[in-house]
């Protein structure tokens, strides 16, 4: 049972937007708190800073209304601090009375078809990372290819297609480091194909992003009209939601336009299944497709029709998967930790719900341990729908709160006295603001809102000075 006399302490592992909306649940429950918010990158925000396009900035803008939440005194921030490696779940428990993991995702699905690991196909992941500047992975992107297949009919595929298809100096003014820029500047792409297994009524983009494509004076957006098809169970979803009939009128109006002269071409097509990346001498030379046809449900049969494409790269954007996380247990299926309703479950023969003397179920929760956003319910939906997200994980972990353990260590310095021994160079909110205002610096000469700093040292130097 917890010592009522002190304030709930509790470790939220992951300061993207899920973490900081957990924190921000706990703190205006009626219960006293103290969190203590643990991220392996120097700053927070998740994919916020490392995954929303740099054309984005509305969006990026949500960070401001998370500054809120990390201004509270209730809440610490641990930056640069791998929880697996810097600190284990053992640690966490000595010093906190509950843990939550929001670590979210950040690689890419995995798609098996032949060619898959050809020079020249990538993960969408991968390249969103190396154009949002994130420190752990290279500062150059091979951008040789001039036409190139996105592969994917979601907002990535979109992001991707669009970053692909804009010139280095639209980006420009975004906060794009300036490794980003002159790879970007040096972009060979004329043509980006981006291909559906299914129709305009399946697509997966949101409308508003989908008809932000056609705003670039650079990007002529192509669909062409035999790509539009529908039959009753796509119908019946163009009636069933606004936002797929929405999609599918946008992409109406483009197949029935005459198509312009804008210097870089980007296609939307429609009912072309991916089936192999072709390659010679190890690279990616073309890609091939199945045409496709609606079955009257909304979903597709193929018609033993194949077409080969001539493209030199090829992006998948087949959704985002999260990590294997240390001490957990983890249904590689779905790509989540096992959980009702935030509640962690133990699986089978995993160390962490071991009980002596009783054999560990699914359905058993792990004791004060808890996950949000998209390590709980899997990479898909938008920055807002982790808010509800959190509220329901804490409103479990509180109700569970009188029956917690509670930690052994709970003083606040015990956590850091703790790194320090370590010689973990942590970082801290007063270190995200001078770190903020170091990139805020960077970007005035060129009267742009901020430079992104990438390197880690360079970050964890910055939140230090
Ligand atoms: C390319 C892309 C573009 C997007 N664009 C938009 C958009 O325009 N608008 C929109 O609303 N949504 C967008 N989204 C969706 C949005 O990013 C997600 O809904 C949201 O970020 C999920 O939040 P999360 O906190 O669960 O995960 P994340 O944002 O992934 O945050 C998880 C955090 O946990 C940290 N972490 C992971 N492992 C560890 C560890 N072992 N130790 C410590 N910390 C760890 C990570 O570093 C990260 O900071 C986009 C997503 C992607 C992939």
Same mark, same amino acid.
């Not at 898959?116 to 990538?122: A, E, N, R």
């Not at 009919?153 to 639209?170: F, I, P, S």
């Not at 299914?198 to 494509?213: D, N, S, W, Y």
């Given at each position: 049972?917890t ?6 302490? *509790? %470790?939220?592992? !992951?300061? =993207? ?5 957990? /924190?921000?649940? @706990?703190? $205006? ?40 939440v ?26 906190y009375?509950?843990v939550?993991?929001?670590?979210g ?10 060619g ?7 993960g969408?992941?991968d ?18 290819a001039?036409? *190139? %297949?996105?592969? !994917?009919? =979601? ?5 991707? /297609?669009?970053? @692909?298809? $804009? ?5 420009l ?21 981006v291909?559906?297994r ?16 056609d ?17 009753e ?17 946008t992409l ?29 001498n ?38 985002y ?32 719900d ?17 996950v ?34 509670g ?6 310095d015990?956590v ?50």
């Open positions: 049972m010592d009522q006399t002190r304030p709930l302490r *509790v %470790a939220i592992v !992951g300061a =993207g937007p899920a973490g900081i909306y957990a /924190a921000d649940a @706990l703190m $205006k429950s009626d219960t006293d708190v103290s969190i203590d918010l643990f991220e392996r990158m120097p700053a927070p925000f998740g994919l916020i800073r490392y995954g929303v396009a740099p054309d984005h900035p509305r969006i990026k803008g949500i960070i401001t209304a998370l500054h809120k990390l201004d509270k005194p209730q809440v610490r921030l641990l930056g640069n601090i791998d929880y697996g490696t810097d600190i284990t779940l053992d640690d966490l428990r000595r010093f009375d509950a939550i993991f929001s670590t995702a950040n690689a890419d699905r995995a798609l098996n078809i032949p898959i690991d050809l020079d020249g196909s990538y969408a992941a390249f969103v990372s190396w154009y949002d500047g994130h420190p752990d992975v290279p500062r150059t992107w091979p951008l040789e001039e036409k *190139v %297949a996105v592969l !994917g009919v =979601g907002n990535v595929a979109l992001d991707v /297609a669009r970053v @692909l298809a $804009k010139t280095g100096d639209e980006l003014p975004t906060e794009i480091p300036a490794n980003v820029y002159e790879g970007l500047k040096a972009n060979k792409a004329l043509e980006v194909h291909f559906g299914r129709g305009p009524a399946q697509a997966k983009f949101t409308p508003l992003e989908l008809r932000e494509l705003h670039s004076p650079n990007i002529e957006v192509i669909v062409a009209p035999e790509d539009i098809d529908y039959d169970g796509s119908e019946a979803a163009r009636r069933g939601s606004k936002q797929v009939d929405m999609v599918a009128n109406q109006d483009w197949a029935i336009r005459d198509v312009g002269n804008r210097p870089h071409k980007l296609f939307l097509h429609f009912f072309e299944s991916p089936t192999e990346i072709l390659g010679e190890g690279k990616v030379v073309g890609l091939r497709t199945e045409r496709t046809e609606l079955d009257g449900t909304g979903n597709v049969r193929g018609t033993g029709t194949y077409n080969d494409w001539d493209v030199q790269a090829v992006y998948r954007a087949v959704g998967l999260s990590q294997n996380i240390a001490q957990l247990p983890f249904d590689d299926q779905a790509g989540t930790i096992p959980n009702e309703a935030g509640r962690v479950l133990a699986s089978p023969g995993h160390s962490a071991s009980t002596p003397g009783q054999s560990p179920s699914s359905t058993t929760p792990v004791p004060a341990t808890y949000t956003g998209w390590i709980k319910r899997g990479p898909v939906g938008l920055i807002g729908h982790t808010k509800g997200d959190a509220n329901e994980t804490v409103a479990n972990l509180l109700e569970d709160a009188p029956g917690f353990t930690a052994t260590d709970p003083e606040l015990a850091t006295t703790f790194l320090e021994d370590k010689k973990v160079p942590f970082t801290t909110w007063d270190g995200w603001y001078r770190l903020d205002a170091h990139e805020r610096s960077l970007g005035e000469p060129e009267g742009r809102e901020r430079v992104k700093v990438v390197e880690r040292e360079e970050m964890v130097a910055a939140s230090k000075e």
